[in-house]
């Protein structure tokens, strides 16, 4: 399931570089928005927060440090002036982390229409999930039950919960690797709406984690994750503020975690109820255990790319590398958080890029292609 989504990639550096028209550089004093607020949030990184997009935009050290020449009396080449010199690659990168910032709509500049380069980087820093909404804000149905787990101590309140769901772990693992007794029950496809009701408690435990750490969901609903897959999300958008890197890692995990525990109780009824019951109990366990595997998969935008990603504090891990593959094959420009990289950093965001696009386009063919043969079925 598709559970955390950040809205647009929120937590990119950049949402298209402006590559000409440099002239409101020298004319145009640039000042922040006044409602533009600077924050620190994910791993105490400096951030941007856009309310009128609610897009977050990460900052680097040194661009931070530059906000306060922002403050509407000096033009984009007086503050290159100052900070650069005479260095022309240190101006060129100013101008462009100035760029980035005008087209992340902070700056009292409108932001330019972006070229087809532009449009290209804007496009791989994308989530790539066209999203139907259902819900809205819920913390006032989340906050009762966040405020009653506040009370438990933070240790054991995670080992009870690991408990629970290394239990289930073992225990569901154990019901699906011994059949015995088990046949394909004519009822099978009542596990489905079982499914889906497991499935609503998985994005329910995302939102849940998010309020106990008081940056509530946005809004829930279901989607197309890479435009083919349906999915269901929440909007967790505002986990940029959690500082802690644990906790982002949490909210990743808790649905999975959530599942690993349906997973054990639907074991439990598997070993232990015979007939049609237990049956249909292992055909729900054989259909959670492929939901974990796709949860868990690092090459699609899921549970466990988010849990890794937020691991060894990346953000936006998988637009960046999608941004830096665009850069090497139609040459569109990178944000000015991605300039000067080094040589690993720019071989594991070209791997894993081009990893991710080749699973994404053998997983829809795959999904195409066994459509087409269920729509030739019927006409046979």
């Known amino acids: 399931m598709r559970s955390a989504t ?39 990184r400096p951030l941007l927060f856009n309310p009128d997009s609610g897009r977050y935009v990460a900052l680097t050290p040194a661009g931070a440090r530059m906000l306060g020449l922002l403050d509407g009396s000096r033009t984009g080449a007086a503050i290159a002036d100052r900070l ?27 932001p330019k229409e972006p070229d ?8 791989s820093l994308r989530e790539h ?40 772990l073992v225990i569901g693992g154990y019901a699906l690797t011994h059949p015995e007794g088990r046949a394909y029950p004519a009822l099978w496809w009542v596990a489905l709406p079982i499914l889906i009701v497991q499935v609503i408690f998985h994005e329910a435990a995302h939102a849940l984690a998010c309020q106990y750490l008081r940056a509530p969901i946005r809004e829930a609903g279901v989607g197309l994750m890479l435009y083919f897959m349906p999915v269901a999300y929440v909007d967790r958008t505002d986990a940029y503020r959690i500082r802690s890197r644990a906790g982002r890692v949490m909210i990743a995990l808790a649905g999975p975690f959530s599942d690993q525990i349906w997973f054990g109780v639907t074991g439990v009824i598997a070993l232990t109820v015979p007939g049609t019951v237990g049956d249909i109990a292992y055909v729900l366990l054989v259909f959670q255990a492929l939901l974990t595997v796709v949860n868990l998969n690092p090459l699609l935008p899921s549970d466990g790319y988010h849990a890794a990603a937020a691991a060894v504090r990346a953000v936006n891990l998988r637009g960046r590398a999608f941004a830096y593959l665009s850069h090497v094959v139609l040459r569109s420009p990178l944000p000015s958080s991605m300039h000067g990289l080094g040589a690993w950093k720019r071989a594991g965001y070209l791997t894993f890029g081009a990893l991710c696009l080749l699973y994404a386009v053998g997983l829809a063919v795959l999904v195409v292609n066994n459509l087409w043969s269920m729509v030739g079925g019927l006409f046979r």
């Open 116 to 123: 087809r380069k532009s449009r290209i980087l804007r496009f």
């Open 129 to 168: 999930m066209p999203r139907l909404k259902l819900t809205g804000r819920i913390e006032h149905i989340m906050e009762p039950v966040a405020a009653l787990l506040r009370r438990i101590p933070p240790r054991l309140l995670t080992g009870a919960v690991l408990a629970l769901v290394l239990a289930g």
């Open 84 to 110: 650069a010199g005479g260095r022309e690659d240190l101006r060129e990168r100013i101008d462009v982390f100035l760029g980035d910032l005008r087209q992340a709509g902070v700056l009292t500049v409108e």
């Open 6 to 44: 950040q809205h647009n990639s929120a937590g990119t550096a950049a949402h298209g570089t402006v590559a000409a028209d440099t002239d409101w550089m020298r004319t145009i004093p640039l000042q922040l928005k006044p409602d533009v607020e600077v924050i620190t949030g994910i791993d105490d």
